[in-house]
T-cell receptor, first 114, second 115 residues
């Protein structure tokens, strides 16, 4: 069975500082990996995904994530955090090959402090 | 990007009544739609997968008779919460798969409160 772990319930970072939101996964075969952001009472917004190719994936709003196969990780990063980045972030995974169910992590609340 | 809408965005109903939530793909035909439930400060839990023209596939522990799913067209799926109880209060999110792009797009969610 596939799974996603987001070890931090909350991450606090000062505005302007770099941020990292951690994600590790477990899946059979090659993974498709995703990051989504959710603002209060809103649905999920897609940030970025890794399918194949370069391990460093760039996404929306200046976010990027690095796929590390040996560590089975897909950490989300941003060089300089904004207050408006404060939200709930979900990492997700599904196996490659056809379309299969997406499994979400438990989410990490990012709080950017002015 | 592709747009998925949900209606209503929020609904309050009395215990024992039923409520229907609609999920529409606005600019693509979705052969598959998914319904998720999200409790406060928790992740999304997949409730069921619906394929157009066939019965929905429910995840383990989800009551089929309570959460009725209909996927009557390639752009519309509905979730009906029957005989709602306060414990059904939650945030329900649908998503639709665009087969051409092989991508899954999420709706904005529906906040259900059962009093």
């Amino acid at each position: 069975a596939q799974s996603v772990a987001q070890p931090e319930d909350q991450v606090n970072v000062a505005e302007g500082n770099p941020l990292t939101v951690k994600c590790t996964y477990s899946v059979s075969g090659n993974p498709y990996l995703f990051w989504y952001v959710q603002y209060p009472n809103r649905g999920l917004q897609f940030l970025l995904k890794y399918i194949t190719g370069d391990n460093l994936v760039k996404g929306s709003y200046g976010f990027e994530a690095e796929f590390n196969k040996s560590q089975t990780s897909f950490h989300l990063k941003k060089p300089s955090a904004l207050v408006s980045d404060s939200a709930l972030y979900f990492c997700a995974v599904r196996p490659s090959g056809g379309y299969q169910k997406v499994t979400f992590g438990t989410g990490t609340k990012l709080q950017v402090i002015p | 990007g592709a747009v998925v809408s949900q209606h209503p965005s929020w609904v309050i109903c009395k215990s024992g009544t039923s409520v229907k939530i609609e999920c529409r793909s606005l600019d693509f035909q979705a052969t598959t739609m998914f319904w998720y439930r999200q409790f406060p400060k928790q992740s999304l839990m997949l409730m069921a997968t619906s394929n157009e023209g066939s019965k929905a596939t429910y995840e383990q522990g989800v009551e089929k008779d309570k959460f009725l799913i209909n996927h009557a067209s390639l752009t519309l799926s509905t979730l009906t919460v029957t005989s709602a109880h306060p414990e059904d209060s939650s945030f329900y999110i649908c998503s639709a798969r665009d087969p051409d792009r092989n991508e899954q797009y999420f709706g904005p969610g529906t906040r259900l409160t059962v009093t």
